[in-house]
């Protein structure tokens, strides 16, 4: 099950799996190169930087929010993004943030919920990360927690 939604007008999207809180706050702040792009550094704690990547694009973040096993916020401080056929979209996610929450449910579940604040429709790149965004976090964040182990 998943819902999709424009809370207010930042991007959020959310789904429920069968998964430990806290195999899935790893794979928010530590593994994130296994299921999105390469990660340079684990996030471990609050302040912390780190870089994902997909060689020459790639976004650096900063830790400014690190609640275990329940919330983690990644502040994008700086950024390569390239996206064929976009020109300006270079340095758009500078400033954003992308808020994680981990809501433990009933019967082994959780409820994952992903708002990337900043990231609105204005956004010269909002149709084509919208949508990667939706592939990611609904195929391969998803069934990351599913499976691994």
């Keep these: 099950m998943k ?79 390239i996206i064929d056929g976009l020109e300006g979209v270079q340095k758009e996610w500078v400033g954003t943030q992308l808020i994680w929450t981990i809501k433990e449910l009933d019967r082994g579940r959780i409820k994952i919920i992903f708002t990337h604040r900043g990231l609105v429709p204005e956004f010269i790149c909002y149709e084509f990360c919208s949508s990667t965004w939706d592939n990611f976090l609904g195929t391969r964040l ?3 927690l599913e499976t691994s182990s």
């Design 3 to 81: 819902s999709h939604n424009k809370t207010g007008e930042d991007y959020g999207y959310s789904f429920t799996v069968i998964c430990d809180a806290g195999k899935a706050f790893d794979a928010l702040s530590k593994k994130i190169g296994d299921w999105w792009g390469e990660q340079n550094r684990p996030a471990e704690k609050l302040g912390d930087t780190f870089t994902v990547s997909w060689g020459e694009p790639w976004y650096r973040f900063k830790i400014i929010e690190y609640e275990l096993r329940h919330k983690i916020c990644w502040e994008c401080i700086d950024a390569n993004q």
């Design 142 to 144: 998803k069934k990351y």
